[in-house]
T-cell receptor
Framework: QQQVKQSPQSLIVQKGGISIINCAYENTAFDYFPWYQQFPGKGPALLIAIRPDVSEKKEGRFTISFNKSAKQFSLHIMDSQPGDSATYFCAASPGGANNLFFGTGTRLTVIP | GAGVSQSPSNKVTEKGKDVELRCDPISGHTALYWYRQSLGQGLEFLIYFQGNSAPDKSGLPSDRFSAERTGGSVSTLTIQRTQQEDSAVYLC??????????????FGDGTRLSIL
């Protein structure tokens, strides 16, 4: 079963707009939540990550919001640009685990 | 520096044949991971190697799948008697796990495997 549920499956945003991608999980042992960005034909690349001891982390135009009680986290892309068009994956990992559990991905298209 | 390198980038083979996929991790990275990415799905964990420890094979979907890592560096994922459902992109990642369990995983560009 999917340990991390991601939505929406696809997203179209105007240039300059805000892109929001949501993820939810059930396993309370998860303690590390990274987001990966993947361009066609390339492997995923780490974008930003958060631990559950903070509710928000910002790096440039990218912000992770984390709601521990709701077991949800989201990626906000401010001032979205055409170059941000890619597939975004959320992921989660429990303490000491050897692997990441990935969401099913969101294909973002930013139109000029 | 050089990133994670995977070969071949594309592989087309007939059902029932065996295939070998290769991964060269980033030099010095002790941890190596294999994932499978099927169309419309997220990445599915297959196997994990860390140093000289026994690998974590908990994600391998069947006994047709195996992997080895020689000398703590290069890894080979082998799929025997391939089936059409094995068609996917196989991704390798490495991390500097000696610096902690939360070090970023660096991915290669994958091998796109197509089973006819």
């Amino acid at each position: 079963q999917q340990q991390v549920k991601q939505s929406p499956q696809s997203l179209i945003v105007q240039k300059g707009g805000i892109s929001i991608i949501n993820c939810a999980y059930e396993n309370t042992a998860f303690d590390y939540f990274p987001w990966y960005q993947q361009f066609p034909g390339k492997g995923p690349a780490l974008l930003i990550a958060i631990r559950p001891d903070v509710s928000e982390k910002k790096e440039g135009r990218f912000t992770i919001s984390f709601n521990k009680s709701a077991k949800q986290f989201s990626l906000h892309i401010m001032d979205s640009q055409p170059g941000d068009s890619a597939t975004y994956f959320c992921a989660a990992s429990p303490g000491g685990a050897n692997n990441l559990f990935f969401g099913t991905g969101t294909r973002l298209t930013v139109i000029p | 520096g050089a990133g994670v390198s995977q070969s071949p980038s594309n592989k087309v083979t007939e059902k029932g044949k065996d295939v070998e996929l290769r991964c060269d991790p980033i030099s010095g990275h002790t941890a190596l991971y294999w994932y499978r990415q099927s169309l419309g799905q997220g990445l599915e964990f297959l196997i994990y190697f860390q140093g000289n420890s026994a690998p974590d094979k908990s994600g391998l979907p069947s006994d047709r799948f195996s992997a080895e890592r020689t000398g703590g560096s290069v890894s080979t994922l082998t799929i025997q008697r391939t089936q059409q459902e094995d068609s996917a992109v196989y991704l390798c990642a490495s991390s500097d796990r000696d610096r902690g369990a939360r070090q970023p995983q660096h991915f290669g560009d994958g091998t796109r495997l197509s089973i006819l």
